[in-house]
């Protein structure tokens, strides 16, 4: 657009390790990416109007009015309208969102927007207060009961680093990520709807084991083994993989690649054999990575059901990523989302 007097910037995320342990109150090992959603608008009273190349359809949003969120089309109104409802902001604005994330990629496309919406609608509070209120609005505009990985690493995001966040209270440890090392995020081609797919049965499935066992954090394999059938499985991935964080943690600190890789790749194994949200193509990218030389390991990335896959790899050892896959890219750790007054 021309000559806007704001810009703001929400980067999206990638994880290294650590799915489905969030919402568990465990812990994970992820990073802002330097791929993101830009926003650029001139304020204006009363109403949000916005447009997109990277999405179909137009909004505008009549801050005055009571909206039912879930029947909003276009379908990314609805983000529009759950952070406006949020925010409460005092002016509206024109303009225009750019966007170098996939959609429904696992990447934090849709965290990504709803903090930059929220920033676009002047939202001045702490970056906690920012990360839960995406998180409300991402329940409100479509109905997933996510948890604060994709917010938090948004939000807290800092260059040359990787992060571990301990969802018992949200608390997070930067932890530099080795300048020799690349991160290679392959896209499978399968675009997945989270609010389709079976996140919240599984999110179900770790609060019933959760109250048989207590915290899946701190339970035992021993403990996951009192359990049944698949409540058992997904227990049992949750608490390998709070432990594979750990370790994770600790190689990284130590520059230990061989170590992060090799659990990267037990990760995967666990999503796909005890959580059940790999697919035939992730498995495939998975294997293919593993195979090629300077990668470490390589696992699926966020919710899965489609997606995109992450590996380690020695700097410059995939030197063209859509080569792998048709779609990819190397991706660096960037600082988080912020505000731009011009
Ligand atoms: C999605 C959710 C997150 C998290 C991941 C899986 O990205 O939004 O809260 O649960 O899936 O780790």
Redesign the pocket.
């Known amino acids: 657009m021309t000559n806007p007097r704001f810009t703001v910037y929400a980067p999206g995320r990638v994880?290294l390790i650590g799915?489905?342990?969030?919402?568990a109150g465990g812990l994970a090992l992820p990073c802002a990416i330097d791929l993101g959603v830009t926003i650029a608008g001139i304020h204006q009273p009363g109403r949000v109007e916005l447009q997109t190349d990277a999405l179909e359809g137009n909004v505008v949003l009549d801050l005055g009015t009571k909206h039912d969120v879930a029947s909003i089309e276009p379908r990314w109104g609805r983000y529009v309208a759950a952070v406006a409802q949020e925010v409460r902001p005092s002016q509206g604005f024109i303009g225009s969102i750019e966007s170098t994330l996939p959609t429904g990629a696992?990447l934090?496309s849709s965290a990504a927007l709803e903090i930059a919406l929220a920033l676009a609608m002047e939202f001045n509070g702490s970056q906690m207060e920012l990360a839960l209120l995406a998180q409300r609005s991402e329940l409100a505009a479509v109905g997933?009961p996510?948890?604060?990985?994709?917010q938090l690493s948004i939000v807290f995001g800092r260059a040359g680093h990787a992060m571990v966040i301990d969802f018992a209270d949200n608390s997070i440890e930067h932890v530099a990520f080795p300048e020799d090392l690349d991160v290679v995020v392959l896209h499978s081609g399968q675009e997945r709807q989270?609010a389709d797919s079976h996140y919240a049965e599984r999110r179900a499935s770790c609060e019933l084991a959760a109250d048989r066992i207590g915290p899946l954090p701190k339970a035992t394999i021993a403990d996951t083994n009192t359990l049944d059938g698949d409540t058992r499985r997904r227990a049992r991935h949750v608490v390998s993989e709070c432990e594979r964080v750990r370790q994770s943690a600790v190689a990284l600190r130590e520059n230990d690649p061989t170590t992060v890789g090799q659990l990267m790749t037990q990760s995967h194994a666990s999503l796909r054999d005890d959580f059940q949200v790999s697919t035939p193509v992730l498995d495939e990218l998975v294997d293919r990575l593993n195979i090629t030389p300077g990668v470490y390991g390589a696992r699926l990335t966020?919710?899965g059901f489609g997606g995109c896959v992450v590996a380690l790899s020695d700097r410059g050892a995939i030197s063209d990523p859509n080569a792998l896959s048709g779609r990819g890219w190397i991706v660096h750790p960037t600082d988080g989302a912020r505000r731009k007054t011009i």
Do not use: E, K, Q, R
């Open positions: 994880n799915d489905h342990t969030d919402y696992g934090s997933v996510c948890g604060l990985l994709d989270l966020g919710a």
